[in-house]
């Protein structure tokens, strides 16, 4: 991806401009989630869902609370639920409440891109996961269609040039929602290692 040459115009298409917005805090965000989880043993893979749990749980509330029918993501917080209780695993408490002063359809817009997007990381994550767990974690939570669908539509809403208070509202919320996602896996897991012992 191209440099961002400007922070409040986009550049091409609102797809394109975000993803080169948040390029830094994404790659930042793959490495912070790999050192504070990973996927290589049965119990990382559970902190890894714990810590998507956390983070989840307070965006898909603030989005449901604000945002738009097409811009509602569909929840996958009950999914990881139920990947972690089939791991003989407790929820994990929610991260603070995501707070964002917005109410633009760009805020709502740029909120729900990362979380769409991150259903196609999911799908990556997801072969490593059958291939290291040799089919037997569960993953309802990595394999889930419905947020692929709602990628699919998402697109639309995109891949087009963008008046640019759309893309200074997506550009602030996305940024936000990857920001709420580090400091997530910066604090690490929110329940302790020493609950997985059994696993």
């Given amino acids: 991806m191209a440099p961002v040459k400007d922070g409040t115009e986009a550049s091409g298409d609102l797809r394109s401009h975000l993803r080169a ?3 830094a805090a994404h790659d930042l965000l793959d490495a912070a989630m790999q050192a504070a989880s990973g ?5 990382d893979y559970a902190r890894f869902l714990e810590l998507q749990h956390a983070a989840r749980a307070p965006l898909e509330d603030w989005l449901a609370a604000r945002a738009p029918a097409d811009l509602h993501p569909p ?3 009950a999914l990881i639920a139920q990947d972690l209780a089939a791991l003989g695993r407790p929820l994990p408490p929610p991260a603070p409440a995501f707070a964002l002063d917005a109410g633009t359809r760009g805020d709502m817009l740029g909120a729900a891109w990362v979380l769409a997007g991150s259903a196609l990381g999911n799908r990556a994550i997801a072969r490593q996961v059958q291939r290291i767990g040799g089919g037997a974690w569960p993953a309802a939570f990595l394999d ?5 669908a709602f990628w699919q539509a998402l697109r639309a809403s995109i891949e087009h040039s963008a008046d640019p208070c759309e893309v ?3 550009t602030r919320a996305a940024t936000a929602v990857f920001a709420h996602f580090l400091a997530v896996a910066e604090r690490g897991s929110p329940v302790p290692a020493s609950a997985g012992a059994a696993l």
């Fill in 168 to 170: 200074e509202g997506a």
């Fill in 21 to 23: 917005a948040t390029m």
């Fill in 75 to 77: 929840r996958q917080t």
């Fill in 39 to 43: 996927w290589q043993i049965r119990e």
């Fill in 144 to 148: 889930d269609g419905a947020m692929l």
